[in-house]
């Protein structure tokens, strides 16, 4: 495993983080939920995403139970929260968003549902446009005053948001943003590679990337239809189907078509596809740490082979590579 540090902070992540959506608390099972964790402990990964709204808050409830059954070292590995979604399965108005009264109650609920006392990383899942940015920093500061947060962040924050939540900081003395959550993947690079790159130099931002297979697209498991087994055929997530397989621009070449052309790459280049844009993502340099996602251990183990790819090819190849999903 490689660890590299979150930004400008001195928190050294795991190059490649675990992460629960989809799976945990809903696809998979606890005796499956713990083989996942105990393999990506076994190979170096110390960093373990989560959120309050991923199962409606069982995502966490199976994490916490399972770091805690395998007795990790609580020094040795980092977890995280998000808040935005809420947990409750229709929450109200107070029980979601940014305001100071949900981000304080929901780190506590994720506390108790992950068992422990702080979440080294907690991050905004979206921006709250109900919600004053600067309420929100000063909740999030609060809580990394109280010993209750380490690091706080956000997810799919326009940089506009994230710099004035910066600024905000800044002229108040209190922590800022620490790092960002973007979905980052050969179909999906606009944010992480343009949106930002003014910020990790402004701000040292650092990125845990998130979907870098596309929800599996990229290992090519959806070019004869939907697998039974698979995220895309998970009741209640036709929206995520919609949106992996059509994209967002439908006159556009379609995303299966895009990923059957890096699957063919991969296949002449004699490399398993998952892991190949696994490494794509893990180039880029501003990545922090790449979240994988895997329903099962034998996923998993064929994506940390990404560790191995990094060095494997020249620019040019690597260039057919991206240009393979143009
Ligand atoms: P991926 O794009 O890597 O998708 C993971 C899924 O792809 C797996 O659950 C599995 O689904 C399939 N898969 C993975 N590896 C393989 C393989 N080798 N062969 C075949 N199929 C494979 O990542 P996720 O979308 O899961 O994102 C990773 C993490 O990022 C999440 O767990 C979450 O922590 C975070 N995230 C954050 C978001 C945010 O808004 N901040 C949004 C989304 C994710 P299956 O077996 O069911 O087909």
């Not at 109650?105 to 907690?122: F, I, N, S, T």
Request: charged share 25%; net charge negative.
């Amino acid at each position: 495993m490689h660890y590299r540090r979150l930004g400008r902070s001195g928190l050294q992540l795991s190059a490649l983080g675990f992460g629960a959506w989809v799976t945990f608390g809903r696809q998979t099972g606890r005796s499956q939920a713990r083989e996942l964790i105990a393999a990506a402990w076994d190979h170096g990964i110390n960093f373990f995403d989560n959120a309050e709204g991923y199962a409606n808050g069982d995502a966490e409830r199976v994490m916490g139970d399972v770091i805690a059954d395998l007795r990790l070292p609580r020094d040795g590995y980092c977890v995280s929260s998000k808040v935005f979604f809420g947990a409750a399965e229709t929450p109200g108005p107070t029980q979601r968003g940014l305001s100071r009264k949900h981000v304080r109650e929901a780190c506590d609920a994720a506390l108790a549902r992950l068992r422990v006392d702080h979440l080294d990383l907690y991050y905004c899942h979206r921006p709250d446009p109900d919600t004053p940015v600067e309420e929100t920093v000063w909740a999030m500061d609060t809580l990394i005053r109280q010993g209750k947060v380490l690091y706080w962040g956000t997810s799919e924050w326009p940089a506009d948001l994230i710099r004035e939540a910066d600024a905000v900081a800044r002229t108040h003395h209190l922590h800022g943003p620490t790092m960002e959550q973007p979905e980052y993947n050969l179909l999906h690079r606009e944010r992480v590679e343009t949106e930002y790159a003014p910020l990790y130099d402004e701000l040292g931002l650092g990125t845990t990337t998130w979907s870098p297979l596309a929800s599996g697209l990229l290992t090519g498991k959806y070019a004869d239809g939907v697998p039974d087994d698979s995220r895309l055929a998970q009741a209640g997530l036709d929206w995520l189907r919609a949106r992996v397989l059509d994209g967002d621009t439908p006159d556009a070449t379609s995303p299966v078509q895009r990923a059957s052309r890096f699957v063919a790459l991969a296949t002449e280049l004699g490399v398993a596809p998952a892991p190949l844009a696994i490494a794509w993502c893990l180039r880029n340099p501003h990545v922090s740490s790449v979240l994988l996602g895997a329903s099962r251990v034998a996923q998993l183990l064929e994506n940390l082979a990404a560790l191995d790819l990094l060095d494997r090819f020249d620019a040019g190849t690597w260039g057919r590579i991206e240009a393979s999903v143009g």
